[in-house]
């Protein structure tokens, strides 16, 4: 568990759908970390809150379990605790606390030998103008309140779908689809260059296609 001078921890599993809020009335993630290196407990806090739900709902992805995410969440706000001092106040802190979770996410699943144009906009099955595209298919993991038993199915499977991806294809999907970031960052952030980002989210997208394609023959089948 964190014991830093962060307020309670709170589980992000009830606070909904992910969501990161840096706006100026708040104050940049930046000046937060700046303010907390200089004593302030509170700027610390907001970070952890303004995360919550984003970071969280990353580490159930990557991860499969919602209580190792928990854990891992923690372990990052307390290693972003620890190098607070040392990080370089030119960096944006969002990539910055990624590569921390994504690096804790993998160093996690090694030791317990755990592995389960924009090509999200092709079509699922090349060729068939009717079976939709992967940005139609891949939003329907975003948790929304209410929603239809099919669609909470979809949702499961897709989440499978996603599990089952190797490591490394599976956290460049995440990072691109789900969190948005630019090529870039992500190549920061996996410490790739950008080239292999690129491949690899194309071969990401084709080994989700692959397994969808499975999973749906065997329910067919079934």
Do not use: C
């Amino acid at each position: 568990m964190m014991t830093t001078t962060a307020a309670p921890y709170q589980s992000p599993d009830d606070l909904g759908a992910p969501t990161a809020n840096n706006g100026p009335a708040e104050g940049s993630d930046e000046m937060l970390l700046a303010n907390y290196r200089r004593g302030d407990k509170a700027s610390f806090q907001k970070l952890v809150e303004r995360y919550q739900r984003e970071l969280f709902h990353f580490l159930v992805r990557f991860l499969g379990d919602r209580a190792a995410a928990e854990d891992v969440f923690q372990e990052t706000f307390l290693q972003v605790h620890q190098s607070a001092d040392q990080f370089d106040p030119s960096r944006r802190f969002r990539p910055w606390l990624f590569t921390i979770a994504a690096n804790k996410a993998r160093d996690l699943i090694r030791s317990q030998a755990r592995r389960p144009t924009n090509p999200l906009h092709g079509s699922i099955n090349p060729g068939d103008n009717d079976s939709g595209e992967f940005m139609d298919l891949m939003s329907s993991v975003d948790d929304t309140p209410d929603e239809p038993m099919q669609r909470a199915e979809l949702q499961q499977s897709v989440q499978r779908a996603v599990a089952s991806m190797p490591e490394h294809l599976r956290e460049i999907l995440l990072l691109s689809y789900f969190h948005q970031f630019p090529y870039k960052q992500i190549s920061d952030i996996l410490e790739i260059p950008l080239g292999t980002v690129k491949s690899r989210l194309h071969a990401a997208v084709a080994h989700f296609a692959d397994r969808w394609k499975a999973m749906n023959q065997s329910r067919a089948a079934s």
